[in-house]
């Protein structure tokens, strides 16, 4: 069957249509083929109805469940012996997760057909603003709006020109007035065309409506004897470019900083079987090395005994005890940040047995406790090698507050962060946390308080904070 007509259908059953042909980017007449081989196989869907179309969306649409791109394109191939290469660019967008549907001028035909396309973007070509199957559901709006990304390649002087004056006469133009996506254009022309006046007008005002160019490249013109700047830019280039704007870098505010982090509890030895410990699952501490890492941060991470992966891209240097673990974090120096969110055993058995410790009837064995190293205010009052910002943990539960400031005074860190750890509050071993970030300003301890999040939540906002004392360099050192 060549075609399919449908005439007659009322507004609930249209709009039903032109929402789920939208939803599935096909065409209405598509949509409804689909609809009917499923009625045939005995998977109809139930037509829900439908008040009103929703308004046409400002951000991208989501992916297809089950779609492997991650993002898609509108490619649009303009009318120039440069639109070969359009066909390799649909290949390297591919490559790159990105789906592509291609819109053909008329002009572009000439050098390029539909079923070439096709067969490598694996989706229908559009070329006719008047395509009746297209244009029942206003098509050239779902190509303008229905992508992330807009590429006109080979972008000619003419279709150049239709852009920077608003014109919307054929199926290229209409969609390229009508979107609200970012648009990347690889010119290609005559190098007197290029360097021609009205075309050096139209790209000033090109960029000046926010319209993104790459290229165009300097070489030999397809023209014999011809050379100049006119060329357009190679396919991988321009999928390069495009990835770019689909997938910006994100900022890594710490790159260059080398932050060392310690998690989880320690356990300190009574014997070969038995240890004291405490519930700490070291999730904060894993989570702050991972916002740090994502920050662009060289993170080494110094973690007692926790059931966690290893951050992607961080060190871990494994540790039972309290003394390990400072001779850890001793041999990590220097560093530009230190974050001691570890909850480390105040205290250990003077005397570990070297046998398991037996009941016997004189009762229980005595243990006699004796204090442990104090990383943090060993770090924190290093002469040499102390990093310019050291941060402690304050787990606490009672007096938050102010036994985190007297910590923050005690220990000589430059700011604490507090949380209660009660065992109503479900922080020690839970995903959640409640803190306050205790730092000076002016001679005066100040407290940040935080609403209830996530431990990665509280990772990242940490960092933040981290990277914004890095840059503005407003940190008040420790007195």
Not at 434 to 456: F, Q
Request: glycine fraction near 6%.
């Amino acid at each position: 069957m060549a075609s399919l007509t449908i005439r007659k259908l009322d507004d609930t059953v249209k709009t039903y249509l032109r929402l789920r042909s939208a939803k599935n980017r096909r065409s209405v007449e598509e949509e409804v083929r689909v609809i009917l081989r499923e009625l045939i196989e005995g998977r109809e869907e139930p037509l829900t109805p439908f008040a009103a179309p929703p308004a046409p969306s400002t951000t991208p649409t989501p992916q297809r469940a089950g779609a492997v791109a991650e993002a898609s394109v509108t490619l649009i191939i303009g009318g120039g012996i440069a639109a070969y290469k359009s066909l390799d660019l649909i290949r390297r967008l591919k490559e790159r997760r990105i789906e592509v549907r291609c819109v053909l001028t008329k002009a572009a035909q000439q050098f390029v057909t539909p079923l070439a396309a096709s067969a490598l973007s694996h989706e229908r070509v559009y070329t006719d603003l008047f395509d009746p199957q297209s244009e029942f559901d206003a098509g050239h709006i779902r190509l303008a709006r229905d992508c992330d990304l807009i590429v006109v390649a080979p972008a000619t002087a003419d279709l150049m020109a239709k852009m920077a004056n608003g014109h919307a006469d054929d199926l290229a133009s209409a969609i390229l007035l009508a979107t609200n996506r970012k648009v990347l254009l690889a010119p290609a022309m005559n190098p007197l065309m290029w360097n021609n006046a009205a075309t050096r007008r139209n790209v000033t005002q090109l960029q000046r409506d926010g319209v993104v160019l790459i290229g165009p490249n300097s070489g030999e013109m397809a023209e014999a004897g011809e050379a100049g700047v006119g060329r357009m830019s190679e396919a991988i280039e321009i999928a390069n470019a495009a990835e770019r704007l689909l997938r910006p870098p994100v900022p890594k505010p710490l790159a260059g900083k080398r932050v060392l982090i310690t998690a989880g509890p320690t356990h300190e030895p009574i014997d070969p079987v038995r240890y004291i410990a405490n519930r700490s699952s070291g999730k904060q501490g894993f989570a702050i090395a991972a916002a740090a890492q994502a920050a662009g941060a060289e993170v080494i991470l110094v973690s007692g005994p926790v059931d966690l992966d290893a951050p992607p891209g961080v060190t871990v240097k494994h540790v039972e005890s309290a003394r390990q673990m400072l001779e850890q974090v001793q041999a990590a120096l220097p560093a530009d940040i230190a974050i001691f969110a570890a909850a480390v055993a105040d205290w250990r058995v003077a005397n570990e047995g070297e046998q398991k410790l037996k009941k016997t009837s004189a009762g229980m064995p005595p243990l006699q406790l004796v204090e442990n190293p104090d990383i943090l205010a060993t770090i924190s009052k290093l002469a040499d090698k102390r990093p310019p910002l050291v941060i402690g943990f304050a787990a606490e539960t009672e007096h938050l507050i102010d036994n985190a400031k007297s910590k923050l005074a005690r220990k000589g860190c430059d700011w604490i962060v507090a949380n209660d750890v009660s065992p109503a509050t479900g922080v020690m071993g839970g995903d959640r946390n409640t803190v306050h970030l205790i730092s000076r300003k002016n001679g005066e301890m100040t407290v940040d308080s935080w609403p209830v999040m996530t431990k990665e939540q509280v990772a990242i906002e940490l960092v933040a904070h981290i990277a914004k004392s890095v840059s503005d360099k407003s940190l008040e050192p420790a007195s």
